[in-house]
């Protein structure tokens, strides 16, 4: 039996379909030892991870190698002085060690706070300063190391420093270190309550809102591995993410191993999707989540046989349909859209049990109360579009939504006005009970008397094969108020030119209603990013 079960109770349909999902824990839950090291006592030889990089290495570990690796790296912490609360940065990129201290950090009830290798000397510094982080560990690729010590030099703070597997000026090997630790560590007790997780958001505007999770933010994510993802006990699970995003905590950890399921970890650089596959095809991945953008490449380039493949799943931006229908029709899998945030788990997704239709967020998931309101904070009727909130039970609060904005009570109380969490995003439910995206209400464009959510207009644009990558964005219109513009990268054999762009309004216009046709074109050979590569609108809409 899997483990998940213990800690929760399920109601299930005779389709498959999940109804309803309740958690039960203990007030002490923690991950590291009441899942990584009891399934480890039970059956150790079982596989946890399955890690390969791009230069042919391979490593496979069990659940007995997780328990006694970060049981090593959890003395090493201690031995320095890490402990409950304090928290800790890990740069790991998708190096192995990252599951390891992951683990570790969690047993000691220290705070974990993943970042991603892409960071700036200056969002170092954000971070540091902001979090007040004990200690980093990181990679010795990219010129992380030179650039946190930068960091820190800049922000006058000090940090335990450790790097992996290589030797680095300033650095302690951790890689090293570990091998002469205890392979034993008593339980130190801490609160299923306490936190356990920060994540800085990427955000479009402002500065990176710190995001606190308690030591259940796991348990939430059983809906994400066995209804979403359909990751399966002793099945391989392979998620497209970098472990400095929360996406990596979704797809490559805490839902997959409560469920049983091993996760597999390439541990690349640059994006290649005949290198994808051929790692599915080798290792016999049966279930694979990647954003769109993959997808995207994959049916572009050419998809492969994936014979032990049994489900595909995508989330983060929105799915161009045309990418849907190639995917499906070349492998047989429909490409399960799923939606959430970084302050939550998932929150809708097209879930096992029900038929994956493109374009479409799915159905909420049974483990929250979720509704569409208007600004009247009453809920929509069918077709009309409203903010999507959860509504909390009678404790008001939710295992899997945020505890805290880190050093931001204002904004904090402010998303949950009312009583409820706003999420900030736009959406509309059809008669079928389908929940559809229409936008960020700050990217919603008003034109004409009408309310145009961006991604209607993108999914459109990304049929014509010229663009490679696309925005859609409302600026300034003396008839319309705002006028409907589109931000286009064209792909390889495409240049830009008059003609190329009447082409293309005219081919989407004539699949769009009126008061969505695009008015104007502008071609650029870069977007404004994020750090997690999400297209920066605001950026986009103060250029002229």
């Known amino acids: 039996m899997s483990i998940y079960k213990q800690y929760c109770n399920e109601i299930i349909d ?91 950090l969690h047993k000691l009830g220290a705070v974990m706070i993943p970042a991603t290798h892409m960071l700036t000397v200056s969002d170092f510094v954000y971070r540091i300063k902001s ?45 090293a270190a570990m091998k002469y630790a205890s392979k034993e560590l008593e339980r130190i007790e801490s609160s299923a309550a306490d936190p356990m997780m920060l994540y800085f958001t990427s955000g479009t505007t402002g500065y990176p809102k710190g995001v606190i999770h308690e030591h259940t933010y796991p348990l939430a994510h059983i809906v994400t591995a066995k209804y979403w993802h359909q990751a399966e006990d002793n099945g391989l ?12 905590s979704w797809g490559k950890i805490y839902g997959q191993w409560l469920i049983g399921s091993a996760v597999m970890v390439y541990d690349f650089d640059n994006f290649e999707p005949k290198q994808l596959t051929a790692v599915i095809n080798r290792y016999g991945v049966t279930s694979f989540c990647a954003p769109p953008t993959v997808y995207r490449y994959l049916v572009r380039k050419g998809i492969p046989d994936m014979p032990t493949l049994k489900h595909a799943a995508t989330a983060g931006e929105m799915l161009a349909p045309e990418v849907f229908r190639k995917f499906t029709e070349r492998t047989g899998l429909p490409l399960c859209e799923g939606y959430g945030q970084t302050e939550t ?20 998931s049974p483990f929250y109360n979720i509704e569409l309101r208007g600004k009247n904070g009453q809920a929509v009727g069918i077709g009309e579009i409203g903010e999507v909130v959860i509504i909390p039970d009678e404790s008001g609060k939710h295992p899997g939504v945020f505890t805290a904005y880190l050093n931001n009570e204002e904004q904090y109380d402010n998303v949950w006005r009312d009583g409820v969490y706003h999420t900030g995003d736009a959406a509309y439910m059809d008669e079928n009970g389908r929940y559809w995206f229409h936008g960020r209400f700050d990217d919603i464009i ?25 925005s859609v964005i409302g600026v300034p219109d003396p008839l319309r108020g705002q006028a409907i513009k589109a931000v286009i990268v064209l792909d390889a054999g495409y240049t830009p030119s ?19 046709w695009i008015r104007r ?24």
């Open 131 to 175: 979090s007040g982080a004990k200690a980093i560990i990181c990679t010795t690729q990219n010129e992380v190391p030179q650039k946190i010590t930068a960091a820190l030099k800049e922000s006058g703070m000090t940090a335990k420093l450790w790097c992996v597997q290589q030797k680095t000026d300033g650095f302690e090997n951790l890689t």
């Open 237 to 248: 699970h392979f998620t497209v993410a970098e472990t400095g995003w929360a996406k990596a």
């Open 498 to 516: 008059t003609e190329l762009e009447l082409e293309i309004k005219n081919f989407c216009n004539q699949k769009l209603a009126e008061y969505k």
């Open 446 to 470: 008003k034109t004409g008397g009408f309310r145009v959510g961006p991604y209607e207009v993108e999914n459109v644009l990304m049929e014509h094969p010229a663009v490679l990558e696309c």
């Open 14 to 104: 005779e389709t498959g379909r999940l109804k309803k999902i309740t958690l039960t824990y203990p007030d002490n839950f923690n991950f590291g030892y009441d899942v990584v090291d009891k399934i480890a006592d039970e059956t150790p030889d079982k596989r946890a991870l399955v890690w390969c990089n791009v230069e042919g290495e391979e490593h496979i570990f069990s659940f007995a190698d997780i328990k006694k690796y970060s049981n090593q790296m959890a003395n090493v912490f201690r031995s320095a002085g890490i402990g409950h609360g304090d928290r800790v940065m890990l740069v790991l990129k998708r190096h192995y060690e990252y599951w390891f201290a992951a683990v570790a």
């Open 521 to 544: 074109i502008e071609f650029t050979t870069e977007m404004p990013k994020t750090i997690s590569e999400k297209i920066q609108k605001t950026v986009l809409r103060s250029q002229k």
């Open 345 to 364: 788990t998932l929150l809708m997704a097209n879930f096992k049990g029900y038929d994956a239709v493109e374009g479409s967020m799915g159905t909420p």
